[in-house]
């Protein structure tokens, strides 16, 4: 079952990270098909993984489509800038997984977000208050 978590966690990560090279390779709309899809895996393996209620998994399908088109949106906005420094990407990148860590953590209860937490998501979570912190 931790190998499991583990595994989902660490796709679900990826995909956040690798969400800015994507971008620039394809169309508008295939990105948007491509983020659904990846959504929907996403919240079918929470569902697996934590055995979500029926409303907890409707509020985390809608948490990741805004926030995930929140940050295909400012990552865009970038890329439409020719901003070249990498550093700012991972900033965005970062301040929306921290959304998406905040919102989540409302969603689940203890169990499930402990369960959450070993999946990778406080690994995570320490990554990114490392790199916050390097930046002030």
Sequence with gaps: MRYKAIKIFG???LSLLSLTAWAQQQ?????????RELIDRT???YENLLELE????F????????????L????RGLQTAKMTNTDVYQQVQDKWAEQIYQ????????????????????????????????RN
């Design 103 to 134: 919102s989540l953590q409302k969603v689940f209860d203890e169990k499930q977000w402990a369960k959450y937490l070993k999946s990778g998501a406080a690994r995570d979570k320490k990554s990114r208050d490392k790199r916050a912190a390097k």
């Design 54 to 57: 029926d409303w907890q998994s």
């Design 59 to 70: 509020y985390v399908d809608s948490i990741l489509t805004h926030d995930y088109e929140a």
């Design 43 to 45: 919240v079918e393996n």
């Design 11 to 13: 796709i679900f990560a």
């Design 72 to 75: 295909r949106v400012e990552l």
């Design 27 to 35: 169309s508008e709309e295939e990105q948007i098909k491509q983020m």
